[in-house]
């Protein structure tokens, strides 16, 4: 209702002028008033005249006003049924008009308007947290603290959280890293395989390129991971 009762203010100003538009909604409420009030008027002179000029009871007065209330409601419900569909199709005929009077350009730049919004939109999916538990298994107990060995195993994860930040290049140097290195355990037949659920595990998109060569780490890398060597 809402958007339909804009798109008739719209069209009144593309007629009128921005003025009209403006001062359409209380001529409306202005109008619909005083024909309210001249209706009622016209029901009290009717009654009036049938009840103290021509001298009829008040019953038959009464009903006398309410067969030409029934009357009249007949005659107006398909007159402002028709006055409705008439306006509807002025609406959408002026607008057509206006819209193929419209400039290539500025039609242009209504359609980038009305895209902006969506991009505005789009977020980029937060990364979940590592999991710890799937990646725990491949670590040998030493590396994690038993036998009086220093637990490297929070170093790793701290360290893994920053380089997943990175590219996906990095994230496949690391699992190089961990893939050679003597603290693993567990290791997959592959190193294909290994980054499959390495990356799923830092949850990061896994790369098209999973040959172990492409994944040589830098200085950066093993300064890092400097606790896999």
């Not at 008040?58 to 005659?75: A, C, D, I, N």
């Not at 590219?167 to 567990?186: C, L």
């Not at 390495?198 to 492409?214: A, G, H, R």
Request: a positive charge; aromatic letters at 10%.
């Amino acid at each position: 209702m809402k958007v339909a009762e804009n798109k008739c203010l719209r069209t009144m100003g593309r007629i009128f002028g921005p003025a009209v538009e403006k001062a359409m909604p209380v001529m409306l409420k202005v109008a619909l008033g005083c024909v309210g009030v001249l209706f009622v008027a016209a029901l009290v002179l009717m009654y009036s005249d049938k009840r103290y000029v021509e001298g009829w009871t008040h019953s038959e007065s009464m009903g006398f006003m309410l067969m030409k209330l029934v009357t009249f409601m007949l005659y107006l419900i398909p007159i402002g049924l028709g006055c409705v569909i008439l306006w509807w199709l002025l609406i959408v005929v002026i607008n057509w008009h206006f819209e193929r009077r419209k400039p290539q350009g500025e039609l242009e730049r209504d359609n980038i308007q009305v895209a902006l919004p969506s991009k505005e939109l789009k977020v980029s999916k937060p990364l979940a947290p590592i999991d710890e538990e799937k990646l725990n298994p491949y670590f040998k107990a030493s590396f994690k603290g038993m036998g009086q060995n220093i637990n490297h195993f929070p170093d790793l994860i701290r360290e893994l959280e920053h380089i997943r930040k990175g590219s996906a290049t990095d994230v496949g140097r690391a699992a190089y890293m961990i893939y050679n290195s003597s603290h693993m355990t567990k290791k997959p037949q592959t190193f294909a395989r290994w980054m499959r659920v390495f990356f799923e595990i830092l949850d990061v998109p896994v790369p098209k390129d999973t040959s172990q060569n492409k994944y040589e780490p830098t200085k950066e890398i093993k300064d890092r991971l400097y606790f896999l060597q």
